[in-house]
């Protein structure tokens, strides 16, 4: 059974560029929840992709945004970076909507912004 | 506002002993609650969770206690191993809501030391 796999595991961007980073769900899985992690902090909820729909989203701008593949895979896209979105990107998978379902991490991409 | 609050940032225990990891939540509408076990550089792994049915979820050396009338939910790992050394996240998701979302809450972490 493969895990959540995360790309890249690192990244340096510069202010007001774009980043995609890029997530492959665990087998079986078709639900992908993107947090982000502040150093000292514990993961915020971004959004959620569910059957290649967004299905739920936390308090970050449209600038955040997002894809589902019909393979279950997921895509982060943010545009216009800003120093504060330096932080650690995780995805996790989950079966059905993710209810009563426990989410399964990957180890992350860390994105630094100069 | 916090509503999952890891309030002892850091927890130093021997081996062998019972280490206890403590949680509160202010969201009554949480029904489904999580532990998880992060070492540096990895991400996030699933330990155990508990639904809001039961007070009590054990697997092997893993207890989560949930008192829903005190908003609290407890890990006890016994016995500790060095191994567990890690930051222990809790997390918690509520029902309803739009989209019936899996969106989960986080605590800030408790760092766990457990000494040989």
């Known amino acids: 059974e493969t895990g959540v796999t995360q790309s890249p595991t690192h990244l340096i961007k510069t202010r007001g560029q774009q980043v995609t980073l890029r997530c492959s769900s665990q087998?079986?899985?078709?639900?992908v929840s993107w947090y982000q992690q502040a150093l000292g902090q514990g993961p915020q909820f971004i959004f959620q992709?569910?059957?290649?729909?967004?299905?739920g989203r936390g308090n970050f701008p449209p600038r955040f945004s997002g894809l589902q593949f019909p393979n279950y895979s997921s895509e982060l896209n943010v545009n216009a970076l800003e120093l504060d979105d330096s932080a650690l990107y995780l995805c996790?998978?989950?079966?059905?909507?993710?209810?009563?379902?426990?989410?399964?991490f990957g180890d992350g991409t860390r994105l630094s912004i100069l | 506002d916090q509503q999952v609050k890891q309030n002892s940032p850091s927890l130093s225990v021997q081996e062998g002993r019972i280490s206890i990891l403590n949680c509160d939540y202010t969201?009554?509408?949480?029904?489904?609650f999580l532990w998880y076990k992060k070492y540096p550089a990895e991400g996030p792994t699933f330990l155990i969770s508990?639904?809001?049915?039961?007070d009590k979820n054990e697997d092997g050396r893993f207890t989560v206690f949930l008192n829903k009338s005190a908003k609290h939910l407890s890990l006890h790992i016994v016995p500790s191993q060095p191994g567990d050394s890690a930051v222990y996240f809790c997390?918690?998701?509520?029902?309803?809501?739009?989209?019936?979302?899996?969106?989960?809450?986080f605590g800030q972490g408790t760092t766990l030391q457990v000494k040989p």
């Open positions: 996790a998978s989950s079966a059905g909507q993710g209810r009563n379902q426990p989410q399964h």
């Open positions: 087998s079986g899985h078709n639900t």
């Open positions: 992709y569910y059957r290649e729909e967004e299905n």
């Open positions: 969201n009554s509408m949480f029904d489904y």
């Open positions: 508990i639904s809001s049915i039961k």
């Open positions: 997390a918690a998701s509520a029902r309803g809501g739009s989209g019936n979302t899996g969106k989960l809450i």
